[in-house]
């Protein structure tokens, strides 16, 4: 028997330990981008000289420039040609994970219609959380931007979205937790109405503006439980509007190509 057992074992080729090694232009991507954030270096600064980064640095000029554009594909830099030109600092935006979600859910073959249901489910908790930390100004900023969505009636869809999408992104800047608020703004870059060509009537206008206002009217009292709920019936009543107009397009996978902005 111990024979037997000890020829049937066999040791799992890889542990939780086995990691691939940085390659060297990984590291000094690594090295550069928190050197920009130590020195809290400005969008648009341009960074020094290839020969004097190669000094400081003490790589090869193949290595300095393969870790300039692995920071250009993740938007800590902006590659600039010609005379004068270089390295630019640039601040990462959630536009840029939207970009990298997409490609992801693309290959997964998710539907749009994923990105709606997730997007009912995130903004319930940062209603819920907002309506602690919900200011005065920001009631009456919100009220003032869905006013300015009902004054509008549906008479230009550009209004609706960017005044929409404006609402939506206010009240998650309020719950104060930054990570919700760069995953909503991602999602919110997802699934806006532009995306797929939605346009909205005079009576569809109305139901967003007065589930707007239920929204508000729960984070002025600060009640979370409230404010989560009529978000996610307002979310709900969107995508059951989406559903039925433009089924065949929310089924389909989502694609890179899709207007992000």
Do not use: C
């Not at 920009?36 to 648009?44: E, R, T, Y």
């Not at 990105?115 to 900023?141: D, F, K, Q």
């Not at 532009?194 to 729960?218: L, M, N």
Request: charged fraction near 25%.
């Amino acid at each position: 028997m111990a024979q037997q057992s000890e020829t049937n074992y066999s040791r799992p080729r890889f542990s939780l330990g086995d990691k691939r090694s940085p390659k060297r232009s990984e590291v000094v991507a690594r090295e550069l981008s928190d050197q920009i954030i130590s020195a809290n270096l400005a969008p648009g600064t341009q960074l020094d000289p290839e020969h004097e980064m190669l000094e400081h640095l003490g790589v090869g000029r193949t290595t300095l420039r393969e870790a300039l554009r692995l920071l250009e594909t993740r938007g800590v830099l902006t590659i600039k040609s010609g005379p004068g030109g270089g390295p630019v600092v640039r601040r990462p935006r959630p536009s840029d994970l939207s970009e990298s979600l997409t490609l992801i859910l693309q290959f997964q073959g998710n539907p749009l219609l994923d990105v709606v249901e997730a997007r009912r489910w995130l903004e319930m908790g940062i209603a819920e959380l907002a309506a602690s930390r919900a200011t005065p100004e920001l009631i009456a900023e919100l009220r003032e931007i869905n006013q300015v969505l009902r004054d509008d009636g549906g008479e230009h869809q550009e209004t609706i979205v960017d005044q929409n999408a404006k609402f939506h992104s206010r009240i998650s800047e309020a719950s104060g937790n930054y990570v919700l608020h760069v995953f909503l703004e991602t999602i919110i870059s997802m699934s806006h109405g532009r995306t797929i060509g939605v346009t909205y009537g005079k009576r569809q206008v109305k139901g967003i503006a007065d589930a707007h206002d239920e929204i508000v009217d729960a984070l002025e009292k600060g009640d979370g439980e409230a404010a989560g709920e009529a978000m996610s019936e307002h979310l709900l009543a969107a995508q059951v509007y989406w559903k039925r107009r433009y089924s065949q397009i929310i089924q389909q996978p989502v694609e890179w190509s899709q207007d992000l902005g």
